[in-house]
């Protein structure tokens, strides 16, 4: 059984930073293309950042410099460490996984941005 945990969400400043972590199970995680995704109220789900297995990055335009995805292969877990957080960066962030054409998702941990 497939299982995505995320963790590290809260509540911080405008220009603060958050580091999420994706702890995962039951996946051949080193083969898989993970990434991370983020949906705020009203709006659909959106690609923030993702990797591939052999570590390749990709962003959303409206990352800017301001996040960076890595992976830790020996302990199954994918991180996003996010700085200069902006109101707008208010969403739940969800870890996805895919391994050739399966994809799981995770629960989702909720970040919000506010003074």
């Known amino acids: 059984q497939v299982q995505l945990v995320e963790s590290g969400g809260g509540l911080v400043q405008p220009g603060g930073s958050l580091t999420l972590s994706c702890a995962a199970s039951?996946?051949?995680?080193?083969?898989?293309?993970m990434g991370w995704y983020r949906q705020a109220p009203g709006k659909p789900r959106e690609l923030v950042a993702i990797i591939s297995s052999g570590g390749t990055k990709g962003y959303g335009v409206f990352v800017k410099g301001r996040f960076t995805i890595s992976r830790d292969n020996a302990k199954n877990t994918l991180y996003l460490q996010m700085n200069s957080l902006k109101p707008e960066d208010t969403a739940v962030y969800y870890c996805r996984g895919q391994i050739r054409t399966v994809a799981y998702w995770g629960q989702g941990t909720q970040v919000t941005v506010s003074s």
């Open positions: 039951g996946i051949i995680f080193n083969s898989s293309v």
